[in-house]
């Protein structure tokens, strides 16, 4: 897939410290960039790997939480406790596959509390209606794959890309990690 990322729209040129909450990133400058040929990297296996946003677990459950707008807001008042039997019974398996994926890819957090925060961002982001309104921003890096083909590479971000991308959003505003 040849993804052109010419940067031909430059939002802001204004140095800045990004916090990921895990680090803090220096850029230079912010792009808009399309959420379609976004990649970004999730563990597979115990390995590394990188892949489009729409082919995340992140994406999948965004998507059937869109499409199941009210069973979502239901879970957001349940105890934790019931949540695993409520996605069960309610047929809600992205949103299942999503936990178990935290729960492999990434032993030391807390995988119900980590759904229960990506569903609080996805009724955020009902309410707001729009990428503009939420102002959302992610940092991505500039990456080639062995063909020599560019494209952009989510650093940090990959929730809201995932919950504008089932939200029909075509563009992400983003800053650039330096160098």
Known sequence: MNVNIKIKTILEYLPSIYNTRYSYIFTLYGVEVSLKSLRCNVI???????????????????????????????????????????????????????????????????AIEAFQNFLK??????ECGSERSCNYRVLVKRESDSNGENFWLLIDGLHRSSILLALNELRVSARVKFP
């Not at 961002?121 to 009902?126: A, D, H």
């Open 44 to 110: 597979n296996g115990g390995q590394l790997q990188q892949i489009l946003v729409n082919e995340s677990p992140h994406f999948r459950c965004a998507l059937e939480c869109f499409g199941n707008a009210i069973k979502i807001n239901q879970l957001l008042y349940l105890n934790r406790s019931l949540i695993a039997g409520y996605l069960e019974c309610n047929n809600l398996e992205q949103c299942r596959k999503y936990i178990s994926y935290i729960e492999n890819a990434h032993p030391d957090t807390d």
């Open 121 to 126: 961002l996805f009724t955020k982001s009902l």
